[in-house]
T-cell receptor, first 114, second 116 residues
Framework: DTGVSQNPRHKITKRGQNVTFRCDPI?????LYWYRQTLGQGPEFLTY????????KSRLLSDRFSAERPKGSFSTLEIQRTEQGDSAMYLC????????????FGNGTRLTVT | AQKVTQAQTEISVVEKEDVTLDCVYE???????LFWYKQPPSGELVFLIR??????QNEISGRYSWNFQKSTSSFNFTITASQVVDSAVYFC?????????????FGKGTTLSVSS
């Protein structure tokens, strides 16, 4: 078990470009979460998957954001037409299905939009 | 509405001092869970503890201890005999009873700097 893995670690892109991030959760975890963290703030919930089903989306997730988990394993988060305000650390976390088990976080993908 | 407040933005201590990080939460649910996470400079959030709303017993784990008081809606974290390796951002978080997602709501974090 290597923990939650996120790629890339860093991404610099120009405003207006599309970006995609990948998250590989802990293998036996069926629940996967995406969070966003900006400087000086705590992580903010974006969306949640149980297996391949996306069950919850935050109001923070504008229509430029889309997340998938096609086979219930890895997940991708795509941001279309990036804006400077999208610059943040994007964190992925997973947990198993036991009652309120803790989230295990990856190292995150730091996005910088220039 | 759920809310977690960590009023201390930054704390600086010298090694071997004790330090307490405050956390105050708001929720309408009677069943909820509280968490503390550590985020060292490397960036990865590390789970420290989970406490459910029905268990008000204080917990000690090595140099770490947690004081949960429902009467004041607080879940404070104390590090005894702090060390330089304790330097990190510490987040308190809340989740309500098991529902679809049960996403954690985080406070803004307290940055702890321990100097030698």
């Amino acid at each position: 078990d290597t923990g939650v893995s996120q790629n890339p670690r860093h991404k610099i892109t120009k405003r207006g470009q599309n970006v995609t991030f990948r998250c590989d959760p802990i293998s036996e975890h069926n629940r996967l979460y995406w969070y966003r963290q900006t400087l000086g703030q705590g992580p903010e919930f974006l969306t949640y998957f149980q297996n391949e089903a996306q069950l919850e989306k935050s109001r923070l997730l504008s229509d430029r954001f889309s997340a998938e988990r096609p086979k219930g394993s890895f997940s991708t988060l795509e941001i279309q037409r990036t804006e400077q305000g999208d610059s943040a650390m994007y964190l992925c976390a997973s947990r198993d299905e036991s009652y309120n088990s803790p989230l295990h976080f990856g190292n995150g993908t730091r996005l910088t939009v220039t | 509405a759920q809310k977690v407040t960590q009023a201390q933005t930054e704390i600086s201590v010298v090694e071997k001092e004790d330090v307490t990080l405050d956390c105050v939460y708001e929720t309408r649910d009677t069943t909820y869970y509280l968490f503390w996470y550590k985020q060292p400079p490397s960036g990865e959030l590390v789970f420290l503890i989970r406490r459910n709303s029905f268990d008000e017993q204080n917990e000690i784990s090595g140099r770490y201890s947690w004081n949960f008081q429902k009467s004041t809606s607080s879940f404070n974290f104390t590090i005894t005999a702090s060390q330089v390796v304790d330097s990190a951002v510490y987040f308190c978080a809340l989740s309500e009873a098991e529902q679809a997602g049960t996403a954690l709501i985080f406070g803004k974090g307290t940055t702890l700097s321990v100097s030698s």
